[in-house]
Structure formats: structure tokens, C-alpha cells
């Protein structure tokens, strides 16, 4: 240990050029003009496969895992608990060692690295925690200074350093605060700045906002794309809900029982799932229809039917979007909507609206046909609706 952390103190006094040099300038404005200049922190996974032993057969974890998440992205891992994504994501930085293949970042091999090297990794990739991971018997100050101090750099250097994470997760005045004294979001907010402090490339989420109610996740997820934003850092997190991955992703990987299910732009797995693990996590996220008009449904040709309901649905391609008007020209005829649970994914219209046309017509299908991805009728309507 003693070796590692000489190790990281010279590196630290030599101020590694490969790494972005914050010392120009103060406030978050330095962190942005360093961290933007180039597009850096790609990750190679090539043929991942990890399996742990037990006293039985042999578990594996991973299996076959191969994919390149894009520099200076947004790379969401989701699946089912057991799937493999906390195993995955930390191989990264190399705290799970791979039983075979190879995860390459920004060209270097990270299995082949000795302590030398996988301490220089280490500074380039910074990590955040479900359950935060902070000293409580240290200041904010302390624990965001920590892995700076322990690297052996120059207080002048630390506090500049410090201040700036501090300021850019908004927790400036809070550097004498314990964290006892702090909330949920405030304590997450250090753990981003103690991972921002060395100024890395890349950082790991691991299941950064599970801990977290629903208001505090999204303050959460929308500083990790502004960070994202400002300092074209890659992030990588690893959850288990798609509402996450919808809000903050650009591609997502779905594992399941430690294989690759299925990957892509956000948009596009969200419009089309094709594996059953994808569509079972992405279940939670549809509407049904409102339960007081579920149980008024009628059958086709029933004679106290007055009217139709409809489900248009769009998953982003062709352009389409929800247009009132448009529906009711085609319909020609009255359209009430019902429920709708739209949004925009990656600039893309996802979800669908319910509504009511008052028309029994059979053809209603056919006039409505190009006016989403998907129309169907979901059933009949008396006046009680």
C-alpha cells in the first residue's frame, strides 16, 4: 500500500498531462473550459465474461458482453436485480477483475495495467454510491478533499480543487457542515463532488438515486446531465427503473441473467422493445385505461354504443405527433381525448392518447390509420361516458 500511494503522490506532483489541467482560473468556469476541450472517456467491453466461484457450480455473472459506450455520452444499465450491472459497470475501474475478454478505455487495456497505472485509471474514472459512502466524522470539506489529500497534493491545490466541485453540485457555504446534519440529496451532491474533485473523464453511477424519494432523484439526475453537459464527462449508471433512463440517457443497455438483452438509443429500445426482460421493466411506465371507463366498455355491435374508444400510439418514428385537430378531421366527427401519457424522448414523440370519438363507424380505423405509428380500437362507449 505503501508503493501504491508513493505512486500516486509522484504522479500527483507531476501533474500527468494526459489528464485536463484545472489549476487555470477559479469557480466552475474552469472546470467547463478544461473538461470540453476534447471528447474523451470511451469504453470498449469486448467479449466481458465474469463467473465466481462457490461451493456448488460456478455463478456467472456476466456473459459475453460486448459493446462501446460513446465518449462524452450518457450510457444507462438497467436490468432486474442479479443481472449483472453493478459487476459490469465495476469493471471499469477495474474493482472486479473480468475472468476473460477485455474492457478497454480510451484505448488502454485496463487488465493489463499494473498498480501504477490502474492508480493513474483510477484519478480519470470517479464513482458515486447508492448509499453516498461519506466519513461521517469529516466535514464536507474533508470528504470531498479526501482522495486529494491521500494522493499527496498541495493544499493551495485542494482547496482550489474543492471549492470548484463544491460550487458546480451547488453546496457552496456547506464546507464546514457534517454529514449528519445534511439531507438525502445534499449528501449525494458531496458524493458527485468527491468524484469530481480529480477531474475525471468518466464517472460511475451505481445506483446513484435508489436511496433517494422522487423530487430528490430528479434535482439528482438533472445536475448529472448538466455536469454531463458542461464537461463532456462520460457517465455511465447502472439502475433498475426506466423512469431514470428515459429522463437522462442516450443509449441504454438492458442486461438480463448477465447477458446482453438488448441496446441502443433511448428512444429507439423505448419504441420497440424486443426482449421480454425490456418490456417487463418497462412495463411500470404505461397507463391503463382509467378504470371508471374500463368497466363501461361495451362489445362491438352492441346497440347502446354511442361511441368508440381509440388508442393512437407513437413510438417516434416517421416524425408523427399527436395532432387534435388532424384526429378529429379524420374521424369526422366530435373526439373527447381521454388520457394522454406523451412525451419526448431524444427529440422523438413516445406514448399514446385515448380518445373518444363519437362514432360507431367501422372504418374509423382506416381514416385514423396515418396519423400514428399504431391506431386500434380499444372498445365501445354509451352516453354514461
Not at 173 to 194: C, H
Request: charged share 25%; hydrophobic share 40%; glycine share 10%.
Amino acid at each position: 500500500m505503501g508503493s501504491l500511494n508513493n505512486a500516486a503522490r509522484r504522479h500527483a506532483e507531476e501533474r500527468d498531462t494526459s489528464l485536463p489541467d484545472f489549476s487555470a482560473g477559479g469557480g466552475a468556469s474552469s472546470l467547463d473550459r478544461s473538461m470540453a476541450t476534447a471528447r474523451r472517456g470511451t469504453i470498449a467491453f469486448e467479449g466481458v465474461e465474469k463467473t465466481y466461484a462457490s461451493a456448488g457450480a460456478a455463478v456467472h455473472a456476466l456473459k459475453n458482453i460486448t459493446i462501446d459506450v460513446p465518449g462524452g455520452s450518457i450510457f444507462g444499465i438497467i436490468g432486474r436485480s442479479g443481472a449483472g450491472k453493478s459487476t459490469l459497470l465495476r469493471t471499469v475501474n477495474r474493482l472486479e477483475r473480468t475472468t476473460s475478454g477485455k474492457v478497454i478505455v480510451d484505448g488502454t487495456d485496463v487488465g493489463v495495467l499494473d498498480e501504477e497505472g490502474l492508480v493513474i485509471l483510477r484519478r480519470r474514472i470517479g464513482m458515486i454510491f447508492q448509499h453516498f459512502n461519506l466519513l461521517s466524522a469529516k466535514t464536507v470539506w474533508r470528504n470531498v478533499a479526501l482522495p486529494m489529500i491521500v494522493a499527496g497534493f498541495p493544499r493551495v491545490e485542494i482547496d482550489k480543487r474543492v471549492a470548484e466541485a463544491l460550487s458546480l453540485v451547488g453546496l457552496e457555504g456547506k464546507e464546514d457542515t457534517y454529514p449528519s446534519r445534511l439531507s438525502g440529496g445534499q449528501k449525494q451532491r458531496v458524493g458527485i463532488a468527491r468524484a469530481l474533485v480529480h477531474h475525471p473523464e468518466i464517472l460511475l453511477c451505481d445506483e446513484a438515486t435508489s436511496a433517494l424519494d422522487p423530487e430528490t432523484t430528479l434535482s439528482i439526475l438533472r445536475l448529472l446531465k448538466d455536469i454531463n453537459r458542461r464537461l463532456n464527462l462520460t457517465i455511465v449508471l447502472i439502475t433498475h427503473e426506466m423512469s431514470v433512463i428515459r429522463e437522462i440517457c442516450d443509449h441504454v443497455l438492458v442486461l438480463d441473467r448477465g447477458q446482453v438483452a438488448e441496446a441502443g438509443p433511448v428512444w429507439q429500445v423505448f419504441a420497440n422493445p424486443s426482449h421480454d426482460a425490456t418490456r417487463a421493466l418497462l412495463k411500470p411506465l404505461d397507463r391503463d385505461i382509467p378504470e371508471d371507463i374500463a368497466v363501461r366498455l361495451r362489445p362491438a355491435g352492441d346497440r347502446a354504443s354511442k361511441g368508440t374508444l381509440i388508442e393512437l400510439a407513437y413510438t417516434g418514428e416517421g416524425g408523427l405527433e399527436p395532432d387534435i385537430a388532424a384526429i378529429a378531421a379524420a374521424a369526422g366527427a366530435p373526439v373527447r381525448l381521454l388520457q394522454s401519457s406523451v412525451d419526448r424522448i431524444q427529440g422523438h414523440v413516445h406514448g399514446r392518447l385515448l380518445v373518444i370519438v363519437n362514432s360507431t363507424d367501422s372504418a374509423l380505423i382506416e381514416t385514423m390509420n396515418h396519423l400514428a405509428n399504431r391506431v386500434r380500437v380499444l372498445g365501445h362507449v354509451g352516453n354514461d361516458v
